[in-house]
């Protein structure tokens, strides 16, 4: 695993300029948010998950969550069908914070197009230069 400044960046993910991760497993994806992220809004109180199931463009919005400093989205990275969301973060969100790259886990998606993951997303030195960029504009 790799740590950039104070933040854990597992070597085997892709990642999104929106800050998720992205694991292949098989023919589906599992996504969640970085290290980075969860430390970036602080407290994650409120999460919607996707409903499994639901086919999404890429961009469309993955989930929304919230922190007592902050709101935002985790966009679709790559465009599919929500086969698994982890419907337990809805009443206890506390495993984005405490474990992103595990328990926090949001969903597991099968992709239109597999090949999209690997052309479209950041992985290796691009995704670890683009999270020192992000470190310098959001310092801690």
């Known amino acids: 695993m790799a740590k950039v400044d104070k933040y854990d960046m ?3 993910l892709y990642y999104t300029t929106d800050h998720a991760w992205v694991k292949i497993e098989g023919q589906q994806v599992r996504v969640g948010v970085t290290d980075f992220m969860q430390q970036l809004a602080g407290n ?7 409903r499994a199931g639901k086919d999404f ?6 989930c ?6 902050w709101a935002g989205k985790i966009t679709m ?3 599919g069908k929500v086969v698994d969301a982890n419907k337990d973060l809805a009443s206890a969100p506390k495993p984005l914070n405490d474990d992103p790259y595990g328990q926090g886990w949001i969903a597991v998606i099968e992709p239109t197009n597999m090949a999209d993951v690997q052309a479209n997303l950041l ?5 670890i230069a683009f999270l020192k960029e992000e ?3 959001h310092p801690q």
Do not use: C, H, N
Not at 44 to 50: A, D, E, G, K, S
Not at 57 to 62: D, P, Q, S, Y
Not at 64 to 69: A, E, L
Not at 123 to 127: E, H, L, N, R, V
């Open 135 to 137: 470190i310098a504009k």
């Open 77 to 79: 990275p790559i465009a």
């Open 57 to 62: 463009e890429a961009g469309k919005t993955l």
């Open 123 to 127: 992985y290796g030195d691009k995704a």
């Open 64 to 69: 929304s969550m919230q922190s007592g400093k």
């Open 44 to 50: 994650i109180t409120f999460v919607r998950v996707p």
């Open 10 to 12: 597992p070597d085997d």
